[in-house]
């Protein structure tokens, strides 16, 4: 058996979130490769196509949000219907309009395997290929690292990683490896369908949505893809007297159509992928075993109600790069713990909403249900922009006094402000990078004092920048009213504020786990 060559990180899964975690790691120099066991890339396909406002803020930090917005559509306007009668027209980005603390707002749709595309162009931009036709079929871990197994045309190969991760699903390899437990349950009561195809007589500049009586809401529910010119086309199905559940053929689609629309003049083609598909609601017993961690659908998976798995996926990617790149530079390892202290919660936090709003949505007026979710982007309580998702409390946060209105572990919000010399940017394009950010407000003497014995310039990953907030919207956004610090993560979460905090102490606390 051939030993292939070691490298830092293996990543197994070329999905939205592997390729996220492998551009956040290949941009701060990790030695990683990234694994796909299917032969080729997905060219069709409707699921993961709802992106949420705080995942294109991870997006835009990874340099790729115009792309993804270019290929998508946001707030799609939105028709429910009762058979051919239409009920209501909502327009959801007329109730959610940018700010500047919050430049997207609303859900953008588009095709799971466009994003994918986008990614992985991002990504070979750092260097990096994703190896398809791979497939782990083995490992086996110590003290310093992972021992992988890899099959690929029919050979056996072995690398050595120091740490792996498991992006590859709800049927993860990785998780069954490692003797992860997936705590949780199918639904198998219920039952859907759905494809990827051509139609022709519908708007394609709205998704619209059919109710009934049998199913509730989302009984029949039409998506235009922007990018590839197609519809995203889901029905719900029961078994028949045979306990058989219909085909996702072209013909069931038609029969279904007719009964529960009976708009005339829609034509639909032949399926270009279809599938049936029932919701699973499952989340693992911990994050990490050793030197093999999970993200994304192999540590949790729920219903697709409220479009939360990719969003929660990749939002785990972005929390565990810059942790792994940290601990590969030297930073202690337990830094990776607070991996599944911030994240884990989260996941728990969006199953039970998920799991709460599909129940909504498939019975009553689940159309009306459903629409309310794209207008407010709220479900049962739970925000689903991913903008409140916080870390307060957790362990590598600090508060030094109550100067500011943020705290450690909130989001870091945006702010348009300007240079030195003036020129207008953005506080986003100064996060963006795998770099701490250092945020001064009111001139902060005690970080420019040269009799000050602690020096920041010896922690690469912190970057300070002089830029002038002349209209205030940053100070408003931080509630500052004075002289503060605040430090921001390199996944746009804040560290630490304080009008106290002097180089010691910053210096101190970013030793911790920005080495």
Not at 248 to 257: I, V
Not at 298 to 312: F, R, V
Request: aromatic content about 6%; charged content about 25%; hydrophobic content about 40%.
């Amino acid at each position: 058996m051939r030993t292939s060559p070691t490298t830092d990180i293996l990543v197994v899964g070329a999905g939205p979130v592997g390729l996220a975690l492998a551009i956040g790691l290949a941009r701060s120099g990790v030695d990683c490769r990234i694994i796909e066991r299917d032969a080729g890339f997905r060219t069709a396909g409707v699921r993961g196509k709802g992106i949420n406002p705080r995942t294109l803020e991870v997006f835009d930090d990874l340099g790729v949000v115009d792309q993804i917005l270019d290929r998508g559509a946001l707030n799609l306007r939105i028709r429910s219907y009762e058979g051919t009668r239409l009920v209501q027209e909502v327009d959801p980005g007329a109730t959610q309009p940018p700010t500047p603390d919050r430049p997207y707002a609303g859900m953008l749709l588009i095709a799971q395997h466009q994003t994918e595309a986008v990614l992985r162009d991002r990504l070979a931009e750092h260097g990096v290929k994703v190896e398809t036709g791979t497939e782990l079929v083995d490992c086996a871990q110590d003290a310093d690292g992972v021992l992988a197994t890899l099959r690929q045309d029919g050979r056996t190969t072995q690398l050595r990683a120091r740490y792996l991760i498991g992006c590859d699903g709800g049927r993860s390899t990785v998780r069954k490896l490692a003797g992860i437990p997936f705590l949780g349950e199918t639904w198998d009561e219920e039952r859907f369908i759905m494809a990827s195809m051509d139609l022709d007589g519908l708007d394609p500049d709205h998704l619209h949505i059919w109710n009934h009586p049998k199913f509730g809401g989302g009984a029949m529910t039409l998506v235009p893809m922007r990018q590839d010119g197609t519809w995203a086309v889901h029905a719900a199905v029961e078994p028949d007297e045979h306990g058989e559940l219909p085909a996702p053929t072209l013909e069931t689609f038609r029969r279904l159509f007719a009964e529960r629309a009976g708009l005339p003049g829609v034509r639909m083609h032949e399926p270009i992928w279809s599938t049936v598909w029932r919701p699973t609601v499952r989340l693992v017993e911990r994050y990490r075993d050793g030197r093999i961690l999970l993200a994304g659908d192999a540590a949790h998976c729920q219903s697709a109600a409220g479009g939360q798995g990719l969003n929660t996926g990749v939002q785990d990617a972005h929390n565990l790069g810059w942790k792994l790149a940290a601990v590969l530079r030297g930073a202690p390892e337990a830094l990776l713990d607070s991996y599944q202290d911030e994240r884990l919660p989260i996941a728990r936090a969006s199953l039970a909403a998920t799991s709460a709003h599909h129940k909504a949505a498939f019975s009553g007026d689940g159309a009306k249900v459903l629409t309310d979710q794209f207008r407010t982007l709220s479900v049962q309580g739970i925000d689903l922009t991913g903008l409140s998702v916080d870390y307060r409390g957790g362990p590598i946060g600090r508060d030094l006094d109550t100067a500011t209105g943020i705290r450690a572990g909130d989001r870091a919000p945006d702010a348009p402000c300007a240079t030195a010399d003036g020129t207008p940017t953005r506080l986003f394009e100064l996060f963006r990078g795998p770099h701490f950010t250092l945020l001064a407000f009111g001139g902060h003497p005690a970080l420019t004092d040269p009799a000050e014995p602690a020096d920041l310039s010896d922690l690469p990953a912190l970057r300070v920048a002089t830029v002038r907030d002349p209209d205030g919207h940053a100070a408003r956004a931080y509630g500052v009213h004075g002289d503060a610090v605040v430090l921001v993560r390199p996944d746009g979460y804040v560290s630490l504020t304080g009008a106290t905090a002097d180089r010691a102490t910053l210096a101190e606390h970013l030793r911790a786990f920005a080495v």
